[in-house]
């Protein structure tokens, strides 16, 4: 087991705090006995070779030695590294639903990358790394796309390679494991037609949230396929109201606006209720709701005033992290075009513009985030569409 690690120049290849020297050891705590070691090395590499979502050139050579571990059945919580494993190959889900991940433009962005850095110089032996990110900066924009896409590319490939284990993963004897099962195979569009059979095998699931997150990864990898089709059809009727979420949200992803009109329904059910985070569903870390806001776009505009009326009727319910999505959608609906030109009259907007800002207006729990008061991201969302970036701010633009 991981006797490979000693192979590998970790101190030539780099993450975010330097040199990747470190993390062989991090690896080998993932068998330790010792579940507060176990913890700690995982926090160690979220934090190092994916850093608030970025991957790094040591993140791809990191990934064969969780895949194996991953494999062995006496690796304890498997399903926190598969989780991992998942996390390195696309950073965070909401970056890419309701529609996948795209892999075919990264192929495209991507070229020329791996010449790209395989001329970037040495690691410095200081933290700072001056060489490196003096390299990164002499670098175009265009140039910085195709390093950066070609690294995260690899690592997306790197673990693609596990998604025979990821199958047979599903048949698991532990909850948590079938689901993260069938959330990783979501994300690896080329190998749909390889797993669309067992994901659809795991939409029986006896556990209505590993059925649900199989049903959301047909819909993600099974377009075009007849087998996704029918057993998602079928899943609409299931007397589960999470299954039938999951249902829906495969539906409007596998048939867009030909979708059945009970698929909109369902949506829409959710998308103006309470709040109903599941954590047994991984795909948006279970905000069943948000995610069915961003399922009803594929449904297109003969829904967009029913979508609209239910994003809205969620808003006052809604606050911190849990706010941004439903208001985010509800922010596209009402402003296709973009951020508003600056010094903009109220008196220029449409009606659902002004419907969407007073109701923002008349709640101020929204943009909070707990004890942490307003929240930054929420009024940087505000602000990048032109809009007030406090609550009393928006009153007086209304007024």
Same mark, same amino acid.
């Given at each position: 087991m991981l006797e490979g690690l000693t192979r590998i120049r970790w101190d030539e290849l780099e993450h975010a705090y330097g040199s990747a020297e470190d993390v062989p050891d991090h690896l080998i &705590?993932?068998?330790?006995? @010792?579940? @507060?070691?176990?913890e700690k090395a995982r926090w160690h590499l979220y934090g190092n070779i994916f850093h608030q979502g970025t991957r790094y050139e040591a993140t791809a050579y990191a990934v064969p030695f969780l895949l194996e571990l991953l494999a062995d059945p006496a690796t304890p919580e498997r399903s926190a590294i598969l989780e991992l494993l998942t996390s390195l190959a696309i950073g965070? @889900? #909401?970056?890419?639903?309701? #529609?996948?991940?795209?892999?075919?433009?990264?192929?495209q962005r991507a070229a020329g990358g791996e010449l790209l850095l395989g001329a970037a110089p040495e690691l410095d032996d200081d933290e700072d790394n001056e060489g490196r990110y003096t390299y990164y900066g002499s670098l175009s924009d265009e140039d910085q796309q195709r390093l950066f896409a070609y690294i995260e590319l690899a690592v997306h490939d790197a673990v693609r390679v596990g998604a025979p284990l990821f199958r047979a993963l599903l048949g698991d004897d532990a909850t948590e494991m079938r689901a993260a099962a069938a959330y990783a195979l979501g994300w690896f569009g080329e190998d749909g037609p390889g797993s669309v059979p067992a994901l659809a095998g795991a939409a029986g699931d006896p556990e209505a949230e590993v059925a649900a997150t199989a049903l959301v990864a047909l819909g993600l990898v099974g377009t075009g396929n007849a087998d996704a089709a029918r057993t998602v059809q079928a899943a609409l009727a299931d007397?589960?109201? !999470?299954?039938?979420?999951?249902?829906?949200?495969?539906?409007?992803?596998l048939h867009g606006p030909a979708a059945d009109p009970q698929v909109a329904a369902e949506l829409l059910s959710w998308t103006g209720g309470q709040s109903d985070r599941r954590a047994g569903v991984p795909f948006h870390e279970g905000d069943l709701a948000g995610y069915a806001g961003l399922a009803l776009r594929q449904l297109g505009d003969a829904q967009a005033d029913s979508a609209f @009326?239910?994003?809205? &009727?969620?808003?006052?319910? !809604?606050?911190?992290? #849990? &706010?941004?999505? !439903? !208001?985010? #959608? &509800?922010?596209r609906w009402a402003f296709p075009a973009g951020a508003l030109a600056g010094g903009t009259p109220v008196e220029q907007l449409d009606d659902r513009q002004r419907r969407l800002l007073r109701v923002l207006a008349d709640s101020p729990g929204t943009w909070r985030w707990g004890e942490h008061g307003t929240f930054a991201n929420f009024t940087m969302m505000l602000g990048a569409y032109g809009l007030p970036r406090d609550v009393e701010a928006m009153r007086g633009y209304l007024a």
């Open positions: &705590a993932l068998r330790s006995p @010792d579940p @507060d070691v176990r965070y @889900d #909401e970056t890419w639903l309701p #529609e996948g991940f795209p892999i075919a433009s990264y192929r007397p589960r109201d !999470v299954v039938r979420w999951g249902a829906a949200v495969a539906a409007a992803r @009326d239910a994003l809205l &009727a969620r808003i006052p319910a !809604v606050s911190g992290p #849990e &706010a941004l999505p !439903v !208001v985010n #959608e &509800a922010l």
